[in-house]
């Protein structure tokens, strides 16, 4: 009996297990956190390294090292991994560490469950990137995967990456059930719907979309599946199928899914620039309205991607004008950014020059989304490069630098060390730089006349080809500067204290730097 | 910061190099009223976005630089107003509504393909385009004319580069033409900028879109949706021709269609076939099986060594006409010519060591197509 009580006793405040059971078997929202952004890290270089390949083959004019087949597997195989890889991870990473912090829990609703979700994703992205090695080559046929081009004429491949999409999707809708089971249930007293830091309340709204988007998509390449494999003909016009079913379905999801990767953002930086310009976020309520807003519309504009597949006049018309209507809770959300900066005390540490970036060049993408979404002009735009720009404007210096924005600023609450403030601004400027020369002259290809996902061009395009190239390599290598920041923050730097930042207000910054292994044990009470 | 002036400067000592180059920023007025009315919009939406940014980044860059810490800026405390949060509601929804007007008068414009005096039906499949004239007896396809050697950097790249094919589509100018699309396999998009004309071909189904080119002369475009291996390969032609100039064409192209007839008519030799059968081969076949007959393993089958090619020559001829359901391999009945075919058979009978000896005569396959 003596040897049950010890056992009692010991566990009154255990840490981490040690060795590498301590991530196997963890149920701790913060060394789960940590895997997510451990992992997410990994497919950022992977799915970087890809798309410098296709900036080195686009570097000039005619074949050089990445033959058409092999170009397509990059592309493809880039988006996928990006998206479902590096930018969704990410969030569910740093709501794993924040979302009980915020909200006065001591760890996620399901840590069990949480578990499961992460340690599903190194198995899927191991079938995904399996592929590459297979007989016929990886998946071919752009993240889109527009059926028949991936069922009739798929490579074989098809068939693993179809399961790794069940897999991602399993994962993503167990993370999202159990952030939305921690945000109702676990927060602390007080702590009522209305005072939930923006982060918690967009991944509130991010989790409800996964739970209705992933199903979709699940559904979509079930079908896929059973065309290829069972003889059904959904897709397959020889059978009576119908290939832009296909694009509704999956647009269906993915309209969603682009919101699921921006709306998390959002929550950062309407955490981070409040804290910079020492003042309280304009219009909190607005932008909770705004978030919810979005999450509808995000469900009725899905085929403003399909504008030329021969939609009826009334159908072009109705998704035209929801697209449109998306940029006013948009435009609320940007004006109450600008709102909070104006007229407080403003400092521009690493996050915040992120923080602002993100503002002013999300608000650039936006604006060309706006234009993507008048119809009779979007049949000039549509997949060409002027959609490339546009979407990897709202994605790398949107959702990336709103990830980057966010490690930066909870960095030193994780690890209890300042980051290199003068390193973080260089990898800041670089990446600011690079994004810019990268992106922005694929507006002018676009508008020039280049489609998008073509192996080779013609000549008039080679000069903002090179350029783009160019500002590839540079965004590509100065990540390798945030690699060493982190990592020198982890192993050491000057002591955090427990606010980290002059201006932060908020649960998770009344706690120690770094914060105890359990957090909230016992509640604590919100005024 | 050092570093960051020493690189832009370095940048504008080298801008005088490009200077030179084509550095087309815009969209193109096009050829065509509606191209026109497009770019207007575009431009309309354009100056609107341009004039939001400023006025946003305005007040943003004003705060930047006069609200910093650093020059002794106090934190102002207030945070919630009603007032102006609809107020920037319904000023950006005006603006909307401002936009949406000529933009749905254009749409609605574009959606009238009524009275159309030519109607032309393009195919698409990987990698090329059909064009079938639905009033005149012409049917033809167009490939790409760039060569091999051009994409893979040995010769001198042309200044048409994968924006050249071998025949183009005419059409007559100010006169109302009428496309129908659709596509034998994947979905493909038929793109030419200056037309404005951009639809989705797509494979059970038919789109339709017109177009009325104004000013005659050669648009160039390409394919705009993901289709397999090829897709940077299927650029369009469209040579805009007064109308006599069209029919002039028009004739031409039935006299030819005579000639083809005379010829496959004739008696070919072995050595004759094989070497137009390997023009044909390169242009139609060796994107998927490759130049050198190998294939892609996974892929495409090799057809050097292949049972099939030094079998029998019925089945043979059979999977060239008629193709191979549920794969890339197409029926190319409809596609090429006799002659074309009978060459092209009797090449992959006679090259890479297949060496059987065999001729097709286009007399055959012309049985065969009966």
């Known amino acids: ?527 | 910061m050092r570093l960051i002036i020493l690189a832009l400067l370095s940048a504008g000592l080298y801008s005088p190099l490009f200077v030179a180059a084509d550095w087309q920023v815009n969209l193109d007025q096009g050829a065509t009223e509606i191209s026109q009315a497009m770019y207007s919009l575009h431009m309309l939406i354009f100056y609107i976005c341009v004039a939001i940014a400023v006025v946003v980044f305005g007040v943003m860059f004003w705060s930047i630089i006069r609200h910093r810490k650093s020059r002794g800026a106090e934190a102002h405390n207030f945070h919630e107003s009603t007032t102006i949060e609809v107020a920037w509601s319904v000023v950006p929804f005006l603006i909307l509504v401002i936009m949406a007007v000529p933009a749905t008068k254009t749409l609605i414009a574009m959606y009238d393909p009524s009275d159309a005096e030519l109607n032309i039906q393009i195919t698409g499949s990987q990698w090329k385009w059909r064009y079938q004239y639905l009033e005149h007896d012409i049917d033809f396809i167009s490939n790409l004319s760039t060569s091999q050697e051009q994409i893979d950097n040995k010769v001198k790249k042309s200044v048409n580069y994968l924006l050249e094919v071998d025949q183009p589509l005419v059409i007559p100018v100010n006169r109302k033409v009428r496309f129908l699309f659709t596509s034998n396999d994947v979905i493909h998009s038929w793109w030419v900028p200056a037309l404005a004309v951009k639809q989705d071909a797509i494979p059970g189904f038919i789109n339709e879109a017109w177009t009325k080119v104004s000013t005659p002369g050669t648009y160039r475009g390409q394919c705009t949706e993901l289709c397999g291996v090829g897709h940077a390969f299927m650029p369009i032609v469209v040579s805009a021709r007064p109308e006599a100039e069209f029919l002039q064409w028009v004739e031409e192209q039935s006299a030819q269609k005579q000639a083809e007839a005379v010829l496959a008519e004739k008696e070919w030799t072995l050595d004759e076939l094989t070497a137009h059968g390997e023009q044909v081969y390169l242009k139609v076949c060796s994107v998927c099986h490759q130049p050198t007959g190998e294939g892609v393993p996974g892929a495409f089958p090799a057809l050097k060594g292949s049972a099939l090619m030094t079998g029998d020559i019925n089945a043979h001829i059979d999977i060239v006409l008629n193709g191979r359901t549920g794969t890339a391999m197409q029926a190319f009945r409809d596609q090429l010519s006799a002659v074309d075919l009978a060459a092209v058979i009797t090449y992959e009978r006679n090259a890479w060591g297949n060496n059987s000896g065999d001729k097709v005569a286009p007399s055959q396959i012309q049985q065969q197509k009966q």
């Open chain 1, 1 to 527: 009996m003596a040897t049950l009580d010890q056992t009692v006793d010991v566990h009154e405040d255990h840490g981490p297990a040690k060795g590498i059971t301590r991530w196997l078997y963890t149920t701790n929202h913060k060394d789960i956190g940590t895997l997510y952004l451990w992992f997410s890290l990994l497919m950022f270089f992977v799915g970087g390294t890809m798309a410098l390949a296709i900036r080195a083959e686009l570097f000039q004019p005619g074949m050089q090292l990445v033959e058409p087949a092999l170009f397509n597997q990059m592309t493809t195989m880039h988006g996928l991994i990006m998206v479902f890889g590096a930018v969704m991870p990410a969030f569910v990473g740093l709501a794993n560490w924040m979302v009980p912090m915020m909200v006065g829990a001591p760890d996620m609703a399901f840590p069990r469950l949480n578990n499961w979700s992460f340690w599903i994703l190194p198995f899927a992205f191991i079938i995904l990137l399996s592929t590459l090695f297979m007989e016929g080559g990886a998946p071919d046929f752009g993240w889109t995967f527009y059926a028949p081009l991936s069922t009739t004429y798929a490579p074989q491949s098809v068939t693993y990456f179809i399961f790794a999409v069940h897999m991602l999707g399993i994962s993503s809708i167990m993370g999202a059930i159990n952030i939305i089971a921690t945000i109702l249930n676990l927060r602390a007293p007080g702590m009522t719907m209305m005072k939930l830091p923006l982060f918690v309340w967009t991944w509130l709204i991010t989790a409800f979309l996964l739970i209705a988007a992933m199903p979709v998509l699940a559904g979509v390449v079930t079908m896929m599946l059973m065309d290829i494999h069972f003889g059904t003909s959904f897709f397959n016009a020889a059978g009576g199928g119908d290939p832009v079913l296909f694009q509704h379905v999956f647009w269906f999801f993915a309209h969603p899914e682009v919101y699921i990767m921006i709306l998390p953002g959002f929550g950062i930086i309407s955490q981070i620039i409040p804290t910079f310009s020492r003042k309280r976020l304009f219009g909190y309520h607005s932008m909770v309205y705004a978030t919810l807003s979005i999450a509808f519309l995000s469900f009725i504009v899905w085929a403003h991607h399909m504008f030329t597949v021969g939609m009826p006049l009334a159908g072009e018309l109705f998704f035209m004008y929801t697209t449109m209507l998306i940029s006013v809770p948009t435009g609320v959300k940007v004006f109450n950014w600008v709102a909070t900066m104006f007229r407080g005390s403003l400092t521009f540490e690493t996050p915040m020059l992120f923080a602002v970036s993100f503002v002013v060049l999300f608000t650039i993408g936006g604006l060309s989304g706006l234009m993507l979404a008048i119809a009779p002009v979007d049949f000039q735009y549509h997949d060409t490069y002027f959609v490339v720009a546009h979407f990897h404007y709202v994605l790398v210096p949107g959702a990336i630098f709103s990830i980057m924005a966010g490690v930066y600023f909870w960095l030193p609450k994780w690890t209890g060390h300042m980051y290199n403030e003068r390193l973080g601004q260089l990898h800041f400027w670089l990446s600011f730089i690079g994004v810019n020369i990268t992106f922005f002259p694929m507006h002018f290809l676009g508008l020039a006349g280049m489609p998008r996902r073509i192996s080779d061009y013609a000549l008039q395009f080679a000069d903002f080809n090179m350029v783009s190239s160019v500002g590839a390599f540079i965004f590509g290598f100065s990540q390798l500067l945030f690699l060493y920041n982190v990592v020198q923050c982890i192993r050491g730097g000057r002591t955090a204290t427990d606010q980290v930042w002059e201006g932060a207000r908020g649960l998770e910054w009344s706690i120690s730097s770094p914060p105890p292994y359990h957090t909230f044990t016992q509640p604590p009470l919100v005024k």
